[in-house]
């Protein structure tokens, strides 16, 4: 092929490529553009997750007639003039390419009204080109309405995921800048149905509650942090909130960081919040934190990629300490503070019980009044569904006796019989087989018996959900909502039933019956967590993943002190159990070593 220059239309195309990766990416352009044109109130709507149309209206203010047509032309901005004023640049806007990417892709239709000008203006366009313009009745501000996106570049389209995603991904655009934007009124309509509003009313609070739902917000603490510019460092700011201990994800991405009102995507800030909560969190868990970084506009270069997602600080080091320490502080200053901090999504009051996990190692005569011994398990059923007890032969001493589980037939022995020894640390079974000793982590054993009996009742299609008596309601965050909803046929082939009770609010009807003893709220809350992070296609299907993580939450718990009748069963159970040695999470349930072993570790062999 010959050297050409390519046509105005695919440089076009292939720039819009990087500015607009899928609807969600339109709707954070175009809040952009009306944040910058000084809007109170954002109004946002999409249907079909934004494939067939996205309209976003603000009552910013408004482009003048001379000028509507040439905001659609490459390059072209009225927020910046020469590279210098990049220096200082206060917009979220500067490249002049999001309005000229979004009509190259899609079919535009565009209204807007300066506000010192009586009539407004109405342009059409079509992948690029511009089918009408003409004088409008209309009121001050700007209507931007996309259609059709992507229906010129087929192969951005097909990368494009199921629309329930696409509509979270939006709602998690829109409430992002709900809270970084508090005095500015968002509305979120999604096909037809309101999903999302704050009320502009300029509280930081008020929109992180609107956005993250209440039984979140009702765990963030405040952060509100500043170093002083000193020794050449720059002066910093952080506020926001962030999340106590207890209220943790298993992905970093609940972790929203503004910087000076543009939302940026940082991995080392990000790392910064997470290092804050050093030996608060368990390994792989992760904060929820909502922070604006002030900063001034010449310490931090914005002009890093198209999306402008990312930015450098002249003194990155200034800015990571900021925010770590004052997330710190905010976080260890409510841990000392223990007056009633709301218990995670349940609504009761509890002291923080982070830490305590470690308790009975440094205070070993602490731990009992620690560790009230709640347990879940009666003598003679360990891990059964309650509800679908059978009676049992308490009496008789042969455990072949002893049912394995809800209606299931005698299994075939994997063990040979253990007799229990004891406890050591709340957390392990001490047992004596005829090859020695066995040492069982309850809570992992446990989850693997009731794994098994779960999936045997899954199985065979048994009824395995329970109703949940009380009322329970659980409040979520938009996009939290919207995975719900994706899910609601898995949820309920494992037994959650939940109803939809107001836009972003579930009435819990149903809980898989194993779970009955539990905070149906929790359970919910953290079945929702390991959906929000499995991004990874595992070799479990979704309904294994959700069942493991329901056996995980039944499951006796380390640092439960257990009667030796209980562990007796749990052992009995164990015996039978198809894996005995590995829980549904591949870890092991106990060690065994052998009558020789053990002579060899005393010099006796
Ligand atoms: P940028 O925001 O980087 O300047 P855009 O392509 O997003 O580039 O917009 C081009 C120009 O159109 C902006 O500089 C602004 O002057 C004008 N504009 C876009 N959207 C709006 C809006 N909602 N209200 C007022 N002016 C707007
Ligand atoms: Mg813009």
């Known amino acids: 092929m010959s050297i050409q220059v390519l046509p105005e239309q695919v440089v076009a195309q292939i720039a819009a ?54 905001a659609f032309a490459r390059h072209a901005t009225s927020k910046l003039r020469s590279v210098h004023d990049l220096e200082v640049i206060q917009t979220l806007g500067f490249r002049g390419e999001a309005l000229s990417s979004i009509a190259s892709v899609s079919h535009v239709t565009f209204t807007t009204r300066h506000h010192d000008e009586a009539v407004g203006t109405y342009l059409r366009i079509e992948g690029g080109n511009l089918l009408e313009t003409r004088p409008i009745g209309a009121p001050p501000g700007t209507t931007i309405t996309v259609e059709n996106l992507f229906f010129n570049t087929p192969a951005r389209l097909k990368f494009l995921k199921k629309e329930n995603t696409e509509k979270r991904y939006v709602a998690s655009i829109v409430t992002r800048y709900a809270m970084a934007y508090p005095q500015v009124r968002f509305i979120l309509e999604q096909d037809g149905r309101e999903v999302f509003r704050s009320n502009g009313r300029g509280q930081l609070a008020d929109a992180v509650l609107k956005a993250l739902g209440l039984d979140n917000f009702k765990q963030m603490i405040e952060v509100d942090a500043e170093d002083p510019a000193r020794d050449g460092r720059p002066a910093v700011r952080v506020y926001g909130y962030t999340s106590a201990p207890d209220l943790n994800r298993a992905d970093r991405g609940q972790i929203t960081l503004f910087v000076n009102g543009r939302w940026v995507q940082d991995s080392s800030l990000a790392y910064a919040v997470i290092q804050a909560y050093h030996t608060l969190l368990m390994n792989g868990r992760f904060p929820l934190a909502v922070l604006m970084i002030e900063i001034a506009p010449h310490e931090v270069d914005v002009n890093v990629h198209p999306t402008k997602a990312e930015v ?27 007056q009633a901090r709301l218990g995670r999504r349940g609504g009761e009051i509890h002291s923080p019980s982070y830490g305590r996990n470690a308790a009975w190692l440094s205070a070993p005569r602490d731990y009992r009044s620690d560790f009230e ?29 002893i049912p394995y589980g809800p209606g299931a037939p005698d299994r075939p022995r994997t063990l040979p ?21 066995y040492l069982v982590d309850q809570h992992a054993a446990h989850e693997r018996i009731l794994y098994e009996q779960f999936m045997d009742a899954f199985e065979r299609q048994e009824k395995i959900s329970q109703h949940v008596l009380m009322g329970h309601t659980i409040d979520l965050s938009p996009d939290e909502a919207r995975l719900i909803e994706e899910k609601f046929d898995v949820l309920i082939a494992v037994g959650f039933t939940l109803e939809p ?9 149903t809980v898989p019956a194993v779970l009955s003893d539990s905070d149906p709220a929790e359970a919910v809350a953290a079945i929702l967590d390991d959906l929000m992070a499995d991004n990874q296609p595992g070799q479990l299907s979704i309904e294994d993943k959700i069942i493991a993580q329901v056996c995980r939450r039944a499951a006796v718990k380390a640092g439960q002190i257990l009667s030796i009748e209980q562990m007796q069963n749990l052992i009995r159970q164990l015996e039978r159990a198809r894996n005995p040695h590995t829980c549904p999470h591949g870890r092991p349930t106990l060690l065994h070593m052998s009558g020789e072993q053990l002579a060899r570790e005393f010099g006796r062999a």
């Open 17 to 70: 490529g990087e500015v607009v990766e899928r609807p969600a990416s339109v709707v954070k352009e175009l809040i952009e553009n009306a944040l910058d044109a000084g809007a109170t109130a954002v109004s946002v709507r999409t249907d079909a997750g934004g494939r067939k149309l996205i309209r976003v209206s603000d009552d910013g203010s408004g482009i003048s007639s001379a000028e509507a047509e040439l």
């Open 312 to 338: 450098r600080f002249r003194d990155p080091h200034a800015v990571f300490s900021t925010v770590q320490r004052g997330v710190r502080e905010a976080v260890i200053g409510s841990a000392d503070a223990p």
């Open 373 to 401: 011994p709640t347990l879940p398990l009666e003598m003679d059923d360990p891990g059964q569904f309650p509800g679908q007890r059978q009676s049992q032969d308490r009496d008789s001493d042969d455990p072949n006796a």
């Open 417 to 437: 019989v253990l007799r229990v020894v004891g406890q050591v640390g709340a957390m392990y079974i001490v047992a004596e087989g005829p090859s020695g000793m």
């Open 501 to 509: 009770f107001g836009p972003n609010t579930f009435m819990i009807r």
